[in-house]
């Protein structure tokens, strides 16, 4: 019932025009082909995204129900395509949110749900949360953790990052950023930009610098005249608060759950 519930809303919502979402999400538009659906965000020029599918899946026509059946019972992959024409490689899952089956987009790029699906004239249009963060997980704290140590000396940290990360870790000398990025390799063995470490330390800098209108989060926090070591330290020890935090809220309710 749940389901059929979360395929309705979807529907309802959808009949909002793409320029009444709300500014985090990107709307994009999937085209039918052989064996894939893709398309692109008219608000993100040169980034395509697809879904790889058996060839006989469309041969009925596009269907909601069908699409996530699909990704509920098989190994689904597909493309990000990048204006610059490189690509990395996109997984899907269904994950419980809300109260509701949503597919799941997990690539290099960021992890995504799929919301506001619906079908018209043959195209499978949807949206994307650009800020979604995954629920915490244990190597979540880790990465903090595993910043915090990278860090801990100041003169270890420098304040000219430029999100190239080559001659951070050839130096040992590191910013915020290429710190995080090092720290998440190092524990899941791949980089996502959007994982649920690295949006906390976002969020912590949203919260302590309103309105700061920086182009790059941790960037431009980290090269800030005004930061120190100490304010680096204390994003990273809220941070860490936070989803140690979630962490023990989600431990909790599991056992409400088995009582």
Known sequence: M????SVILCLVAWSVSA??????????TLHQFDEKLEGESEFLDGFKI???????????????????SLVRSQNVTGIVTYPSGRTTKIEYEIVRHREAEEIYMKSSLGYFLWEYISIHDGKLNLAIYWWYCPPATEKD??????????LADSSRWHK???RECGNDIENNLW?????????????????????TAIQSVRFVIDDLVPNHGFAHTLMDYNNESSTTHSDILHVL?????????????SKSSRVRNDE
């Open 19 to 28: 320029g009444d979402l709300p500014d985090d999400y990107l709307p994009f």
């Open 2 to 5: 749940k389901y059929c519930i």
């Open 175 to 195: 910013s915020l950023f290429c710190a995080l990025k090092y720290a998440s390799m190092e524990i899941t063995g791949e980089y996502n930009h959007h994982n």
């Open 141 to 150: 704290r880790e990465i903090i953790e595993f910043t915090e140590k990278i």
């Open 237 to 249: 020890e809220i941070s860490r608060q936070r989803i140690e935090g979630k962490l023990n809220s």
């Open 50 to 68: 697809s879904m790889n599918v058996p060839p006989e899946f469309l041969e009925s026509g596009l269907n909601i129900e069908a699409i996530i």
């Open 160 to 162: 000219d990052d430029d």
